[in-house]
């Protein structure tokens, strides 16, 4: 595994769950609003395996659940053993995706080896290329492979007033079962972000851009207003 980091304690990652977050090392995207732009490349991390483990051993009565987000955790080798490890411990585990690896999660699924998924739907599928940098592959069937799942999931968008409007996240709402939580993430500029030109909206066009989109989805929230 090629881990980039880890934090040791989050309240609000896993919802319900106490948890510590690993940042695995690569991505397949290059989205110019990444806010781990430092986990994009292919390189060897910073974390080793064992020091992960070694910490999940002295915490099992501190911590409930294991996070593992990026970078794109579920193109890394040896995700499927390294979570049989994690489960072995007895923890819960969330995996962060942006879908590019619909038979990976299915595998996970399948084995039972995730209690949560989170899933970033980038934008539009006619956007797809503009925002990650890569062609579209694979969204839909990821969407399916969770929506069919018995687990618990999330789908979830970080919106950009350069890449996206009112209309694209009513495109998306299409993707997705009306029942399914969707949350939207309004960007904040930090200093990993690639592209330093991109802006979030408005607490103001947030909330009218929320009282819209309520009516379209009974299960949308917004992060951050």
Known sequence: MRIGGLLKLSLLDYPGNVSCIVFTQGCNYNCPFCHNSSLITNNDG???EEEIFE???KRKNIIDAVSISGGEPLIQE??????????ELGYKVKI????SKPEVLKKLIDNKLIDYVAMDIKNTLLKYEKTTGVKLNNIIESIKVIENSNIDYEFRTTIIKELHNIDD????LKLINKKTKYYIQ???RNDQVLNKNLNGFSTIELIDMKKILEKEHQNIEFRDV
């Open 186 to 188: 309004n960007f904040k």
């Open 55 to 57: 910490y999940l051993n």
């Open 96 to 99: 962060d995706t942006n879908g």
């Open 169 to 172: 996240i009513k495109e998306i």
């Open 46 to 48: 910073n974390v080793k």
């Open 78 to 87: 040896d995700i499927i053993e390294f979570i049989k490890k994690i489960k």
